[in-house]
């Protein structure tokens, strides 16, 4: 009778302890999925912050950039090379030029009407 009595409580012992063990594994197999879906939703919200930051940072640098282009053009730093060479070189030669051709022809104009009144000048005088 004793050793049934043993027997039975060794069994019931070990029962218990398999269930124990049971219950313990899926408690910490619970335990691990909440963690793991904790992370999964850390993970989502990264992800999201992290789009809206990127989607929020390429609407102001595309404006950005627009406005950054706009002011350095119209301070001058991009420019047609040779439209500067013809502005700063060829026109105030070609300025200066025209300008010393007009003065040669205002003063052969001027010598030439000078020339002309002392002619006639002197025809007056002679009659």
């Known amino acids: ?10 069994q019931e012992l070990a029962d ?4 124990e063990n049971e219950e ?8 691990a999925r909440k963690l ?10 990264d992800i999201a912050r ?8 390429e609407m102001l640098t595309s404006t950005l950039e627009e406005e950054v282009l706009d002011r350095l053009e119209g301070i001058g730093y991009f420019y ?3 439209e500067r ?9 070609l300025q200066g030029a025209v300008s010393k051709q007009v003065g040669r022809k205002a003063t052969a104009h001027a010598i030439l009407r000078a020339l002309v009144l ?3 000048n002197d025809i007056k005088s002679r009659f």
């Open 118 to 120: 002392d002619c006639s």
């Open 1 to 10: 009778v004793r050793a049934t009595f043993r027997r039975k409580r060794a």
């Open 85 to 93: 060479e013809i502005e700063e070189d060829f026109l105030p030669w």
């Open 36 to 45: 793991q879906e904790l992370r999964r939703l850390e993970h989502e919200t």
């Open 16 to 19: 218990v302890r398999r269930l």
């Open 50 to 57: 992290r789009v809206h930051a990127a989607q929020t940072a």
């Open 24 to 31: 313990k594994r899926l408690h910490e197999e619970r335990e």
């Open 80 to 82: 047609d090379t040779v």
